[in-house]
């Protein structure tokens, strides 16, 4: 079984600029997650969605963070404009639909660091 | 608000001896406890996972306890090996939602 898929592994940019990760779920994976990483800290979740419709969205910063997940299946984290306190691993996590057997089983990507200068 | 504390931040053991790391929550409506290991530049992986039911759940040398009167869980890693170094987080979801609430992690250092 192929596991969550992240791309890029690493980015650096500039305060200000733009960027965005991209996330492929497990295969009939219905709930897919992503969470912010900041060195030394637990995972923190910024936004779950069901198929293509939005669970959770309540700590995402909504005034910089946008996310979706068209066709309920890839989906795209975008952070614009990017500030230092950004500067974290982005995790992307996948799990069985709500109510599932396993809903709770979240099987993550190796994740996406981003630096902000 | 930290749903889910977790101690301690760092601990070194001797390989063989027994890990330990506890976590304590607030929250009375989570009902789903996992472990999660996480390598250097890897996502978190599940380790072992408990629900409220059990006192205690053994999976070969790891084992979680559980005591819900406390609201505090532990991992206990026996026969610690140098492969087990690694952070581990502890998480806890509530009952109807799968959502993840971590805690701060813990590094494990196992010297050989």
């Known amino acids: 079984e192929a596991g969550v898929a992240q791309s890029p592994r690493y980015k650096i940019i500039e305060k200000r600029q733009s960027v965005a990760f991209w996330c492929n779920p497990i295969s009939g994976h219905a709930t897919l997650y992503w969470y912010q990483q900041i060195l030394g800290q637990g995972p923190k979740l910024l936004i779950q969605?069901?198929?293509?419709?939005?669970?959770?969205d309540s700590q995402l910063p909504k005034d910089r963070f946008s996310a979706e997940r068209l066709k309920g299946v890839d989906s795209t984290l975008k952070i614009q404009p990017a500030k230092l306190e950004d500067s974290a691993v982005y995790l992307c996590?996948?799990?069985?639909?709500?109510?599932?057997?396993?809903?709770?089983?979240?099987?993550f990507g190796a994740g996406s660091r981003l630096t902000v200068l | 608000q930290q749903q889910v504390k977790q101690s301690p931040q760092s601990l070194i053991v001797q390989k063989g001896g027994i890990s330990i790391i506890n976590c304590a929550y607030e929250?009375?409506?989570?009902?789903?406890f996992p472990w999660y290991q996480q390598f250097p530049g890897k996502g978190p992986a599940l380790l072992i996972a408990i629900r409220p039911d059990v006192s205690e759940k053994k999976e070969g040398r790891f084992t979680i306890s559980f005591n819900k009167s406390a609201k505090q869980f532990s991992l206990h890693i026996m026969d610690s090996q140098p492969g087990d170094s690694a952070t581990y987080f502890c998480a806890a979801s509530r009952a109807g939602y799968s959502t993840l609430t971590f805690g701060k992690g813990t590094m494990l250092l196992v010297s050989p």
């Open positions: 929250n009375t409506a989570f009902d789903y």
């Open positions: 969605f069901q198929n293509n419709g939005v669970v959770d």
């Open positions: 996590a996948s799990s069985l639909g709500q109510g599932a057997s396993g809903a709770n089983v979240l099987t």
